[in-house]
């Protein structure tokens, strides 16, 4: 029984600081609860990340997924959600489940001197991807063409 308790003690205590997360700033820096807005509703999200490389873009519920392999990518239906600090799109491609999270963080591929805005982790099936992210009106810096 107090092995019971504590264990119950515990979850209490995780989920009132999952709660209390909600009231932190945004990314836009906004104090207080909200929904993630650095990325508008409308605007284009673009991804990319290395071993394995892969790439695409995501906006107007449609998504492109590139690899070496593929180099054209393949288009599938995406939602999008905006969370309490970043942005998510979910859909499925060839069966396999596709979840990215675009989060605010300064972000490096490791082989071009780019910088990104976006933090990129993808969930592709069963194997998750790490990678960076950008949109039109946030885009990297660096060089055009590393």
């Given amino acids: 029984m107090t092995l019971l308790r504590s264990s119950l003690a515990l979850i ?38 290395t071993e394995p490389f892969w790439s695409g873009s995501a906006g107007g519920g449609m998504a492109t997924y590139a690899t070496p392999e593929q180099p054209e990518g393949r288009e599938f239906a995406v939602e999008r959600f905006a969370g309490n ?45 790490q990678g960076c992210a950008w949109t039109d009106s946030q885009p990297f810096s660096g060089p055009e063409m590393p």
Avoid at 29 to 46: D, K, L, N, Q, S
Avoid at 101 to 121: F, H, N, Q, V
Wanted: aromatic share 6%.
């Fill in 12 to 49: 209490g205590m995780a989920l009132l600081a999952a709660c209390g997360s909600g009231n932190t700033d945004d990314a836009t820096g906004a104090p207080g609860e909200g929904t993630f807005t650095a990325i508008a509703e409308g605007e284009t999200v673009h991804f990319a990340g």
């Fill in 85 to 129: 600090n970043g942005l998510g799109i979910s859909g499925a491609i060839d069966g396999a489940g596709f979840d990215l999270t675009i989060t605010p963080g300064e972000c490096s591929d490791g082989m071009s001197d780019r910088s990104y805005p976006y933090t990129a982790t993808l969930l592709l099936g069963s194997e998750q991807r």
